[in-house]
């Protein structure tokens, strides 16, 4: 509750900053609004979780201040196992409602490296007991995020090498055009259920190789054309 003054509000604490991300080559940075994921949108990564290849796009989300940009984040409490999931991010300056598929790509600002940290233990009894993935997906710094590169900047990032590597290991190398849902057709989908706002995320999926993390262990991840992100698992 705050309280409303003739010249200004007055909230009963200080609100928080903003979480932002950093735009390449550039001083500025990006608001983020809200955060949407789309679950197995590589048909190899459906494969190995068990889904079919052309379901509707599965969605779920994650807290804005989920995304961060650190060169340590704390491995998580509450898993015994933590998963890396390296993905395509889409970065939104402009949104809507039942936005038209050939309409799409005009909303979309730029483009991003993200890794969707997954607590699957968590996940995996999630999908047993037929309940919310809330615990499994939206916990603290859960989305790390490169710079967003402007779209103009990027080349083809719907057919561009996606890898990451763990301890200098490959665990995750595919094509971005493996996806099952095109980005225009993922930000059409979306905008179905959700008025979509400038600031928001979308994290387009993963393709297979995902795996568990250690306490210690040094993630790598990049997709050609859009950039690269790296940071180290506290022990």
């Known amino acids: 509750m705050s309280k409303r003054r003739t010249e200004s509000i007055e909230y009963v604490f200080a609100p928080g900053a903003t979480p932002a991300v950093a735009v390449a080559g550039t001083e500025a940075i990006f608001p983020v609004n809200r955060v949407y994921c789309v679950g197995s949108n590589y048909r190899e990564h459906a494969r190995e979780m068990g889904s079919s290849l052309r379901e509707p796009p ?131 989908e979306l905008s179905r259920y959700f008025e979509l706002k400038a600031g928001d995320l979308i994290f387009t999926g993963t393709p297979s190789g995902v795996g568990p993390l250690l306490p210690g262990d040094r993630v790598e991840c990049s997709i050609d054309a859009v950039g690269s992100l790296s940071f180290t698992l506290e022990e």
């Open 58 to 188: 599965c969605f779920f989300s994650k807290p804005a201040d989920a995304v961060c940009a650190l060169e340590t984040i704390p491995y998580p409490p509450m898993t015994h196992n933590l998963h890396h999931e390296a993905e395509l991010v889409i970065a939104l300056s402009s949104g809507g409602a039942d936005i038209p598929v050939g309409q799409a790509l005009e909303r979309v600002f730029g483009y991003a490296v993200g890794v969707d940290l997954t607590r699957r233990d968590l996940q995996a009894e999630s999908k047993k007991q037929g309940r919310p993935w809330t615990t499994a997906k939206a916990f603290d710094h859960s989305a790390p995020l490169s710079a967003i590169r402007r779209v103009a900047e990027c080349g083809d990032p719907e057919n561009a090498s996606i890898r990451l590597e763990v301890n200098g290991e490959v665990r995750q190398e595919a094509s971005t055009g493996d996806m099952t849902w095109s980005v225009g057709e993922i930000i059409a």
